[in-house]
C-alpha cells in the first residue's frame, strides 16, 4: 500500500497537468491535403502549397523536400517532359505518391535526356530519363503546371463525395470512373483494380484534362 499511493498520486498529477503539457494536434489544421485546393483571384489554384503555372520545381523542393527524383519522361515518339516525383509524400496520416509536371520545353528536354545518368523503360513502355546533379538547378527554374496524386489507400465514391463535395460531371470510360470539378481544376480517376489518380491544374486551364475524355 505504501508503494501504490504514491505511484497513485504521481498518476494523478500528470492527468492533471496533461492539457497543459501537451498540444491536441487533433485541433490543429493539418496543410497539404489533396482536397484543399485554394482558389485565386487569377484563375489559378494552389494545392500542396504551390500556385499551378506559377511555381517552379525549385518551390517544390522549398515546400516538400528533396526526397525526390528528377527526370524526362518519354514516349518513344516524343521529346518527352520533365517531372519532379515525391515516392513518399505525406500530411498527416495520408500518404501517396505525388508527381509535379511542367511546361513543355524540347530544347531542355532532350538536353536533359543527352546527359541523364540513367535511363529504365516503364511499364507503360515510355523511357524515364534520370537528370545528372548538374541539370538540378535548371530545371529548378521550370514552371509546374500539372500534379498528379496517387493515394496510397483506395477511395471510394462516398469518400470522394465527403472530402471533395459534388462533382460538376461524372463520365464513365472502361474501367474508370472520372470525378470531375472544373470549378477546382481537379480530375479524379477512380479504378475497381488499380490506383486512383488525382489531377490538379489551374481551373481556367481545366479543359486540358477534359478534353480527352470527350474524345
Known sequence: ?????????????VLAFYPFVFKDDSKQTLKGLPWQVN???DGSSQVFGLTLDKSTLGDAVD???TDMELAVIAASDEAGNLEM???HYRAGLLGGKLIL?????????MAYRINAVKTEVLKTGSRKYVLTEEDHEKAFQSIITNIAFIPAVNLDHDTII???????????????????YPEKGLAIA????????????SPKLFSRLQEPLEK
Open 1 to 13: 500500500m505504501r508503494r501504490f499511493l504514491p505511484t497513485f498520486l504521481l498518476i494523478i498529477l
Open 63 to 65: 515546400t516538400l523536400g
Open 85 to 87: 516525383y515525391y515516392a
Open 190 to 201: 477512380l479504378s475497381e483494380e488499380g490506383k486512383e489518380v488525382l489531377q490538379y491544374v
Open 39 to 41: 482558389l485565386l483571384a
Open 162 to 180: 465527403k472530402r471533395f463535395g459534388q462533382p460538376g460531371a461524372i463520365v464513365h470510360q472502361d474501367e474508370l470512373v472520372h470525378y470531375l
Open 101 to 109: 509536371a511542367t511546361a513543355r520545353d524540347d530544347a531542355s528536354t
